[in-house]
């Protein structure tokens, strides 16, 4: 075992993520001392980085495994998980994600693609100040915390950063395979909640026919 390795594993580190300012704390010695170490245990296969500063120990040398969505979460503090990856989680779409997409208080999108651990996207959206986190649950796996969105969440995110417009529920059943005994599962006070969320009237027109559509409400009035 990499010296690195050990020195991590003695400080408490098996299950934790290490960042460059923390190695400067733990490891003596020169900047130039310190990047050799960690190219030795990347090497080896004991750490594993996952962005630029940011490391983490090997699934081997911890007592769980790391699960993708904490490994997103550690890259960008404050986003949650979303989109597909959430309506997978959730059993609402049958196909495996290999990406794991997250939606982010900030304004810029970025990628991280990893050899090992996959792909992250992580995505903004332009939502009601205050709204960010509704309809955003905590979930533990493997004893780790993560933020994940409820299904409908998930979905209606998908919407409002495809900008998808409504095409029924076929495109639900059909185009997304989602069953009918999930979008059974929606209730009027989901669809209100989420109208506070979103600014955009193509989602706002998306909610009210989704509603309608599963006899939760009356038919949206013709404009003259």
Same mark, same amino acid.
Not at 150 to 159: C, G, N, S, T, Y
């Given at each position: 075992m990499q010296t690195l390795t050990e020195h991590l594993l003695n400080?408490? $580190?098996?299950?934790?993520?290490?960042t460059d300012v923390q190695l400067a704390h733990?490891?003596?010695?020169?900047?130039?001392?310190?990047?050799?170490?960690?190219n030795r245990a990347i090497k080896a296969k004991e750490l594993s980085r996952?962005?630029?500063?940011?490391?983490?120990?090997s699934n081997t040398l911890r007592s769980e495994p790391c699960h993708p969505f904490?490994?997103? @979460?550690?890259?960008? &503090?404050?986003?949650?998980?979303?989109?597909?990856?959430?309506l997978a989680y959730h059993g609402w779409? &049958? *196909?495996?994600?290999?990406?794991?997409?997250?939606?982010?208080? @900030?304004r810029k999108s970025r990628e991280y693609s990893h050899?090992?651990?996959? %792909? $992250?996207? $992580?995505?903004?959206?332009?939502? @009601? %100040?205050?709204? $960010?986190?509704?309809m955003v649950q905590y979930t533990r796996i493997n004893q780790q915390s993560l933020l994940?969105?409820? &299904?409908?969440?998930?979905?209606?995110?998908?919407?409002?950063?495809?900008?998808?417009?409504?095409?029924?529920?076929?495109?639900? @059943?059909q185009g997304l395979r989602? *069953?009918? *005994?999930?979008?059974?599962?929606?209730? %009027?006070q989901e669809i209100q909640t989420l109208k506070n969320v979103y600014k955009q009237k193509r989602v706002q027109h998306f909610l009210e026919q989704l509603s309608f559509s599963l006899k939760l409400s009356s038919p949206i009035p013709s404009q003259a």
């Amino acid at each position: 075992m990499q010296t690195l390795t050990e020195h991590l594993l003695n400080q408490g $580190f098996s299950d934790r993520y290490i960042t460059d300012v923390q190695l400067a704390h733990l490891v003596d010695g020169s900047k130039q001392r310190r990047h050799h170490l960690v190219n030795r245990a990347i090497k080896a296969k004991e750490l594993s980085r996952l962005k630029r500063g940011l490391y983490i120990l090997s699934n081997t040398l911890r007592s769980e495994p790391c699960h993708p969505f904490a490994i997103a @979460q550690a890259m960008v &503090p404050g986003c949650y998980v979303s989109l597909e990856s959430a309506l997978a989680y959730h059993g609402w779409i &049958p *196909e495996a994600v290999m990406t794991t997409a997250c939606i982010i208080p @900030q304004r810029k999108s970025r990628e991280y693609s990893h050899p090992d651990l996959g %792909t $992250f996207t $992580f995505r903004p959206l332009a939502l @009601q %100040t205050g709204y $960010f986190l509704e309809m955003v649950q905590y979930t533990r796996i493997n004893q780790q915390s993560l933020l994940v969105a409820k &299904p409908l969440r998930a979905l209606i995110d998908l919407v409002c950063i495809n900008k998808i417009h409504w095409q029924g529920l076929d495109w639900l @059943q059909q185009g997304l395979r989602i *069953e009918e *005994e999930n979008l059974s599962l929606i209730r %009027t006070q989901e669809i209100q909640t989420l109208k506070n969320v979103y600014k955009q009237k193509r989602v706002q027109h998306f909610l009210e026919q989704l509603s309608f559509s599963l006899k939760l409400s009356s038919p949206i009035p013709s404009q003259a």
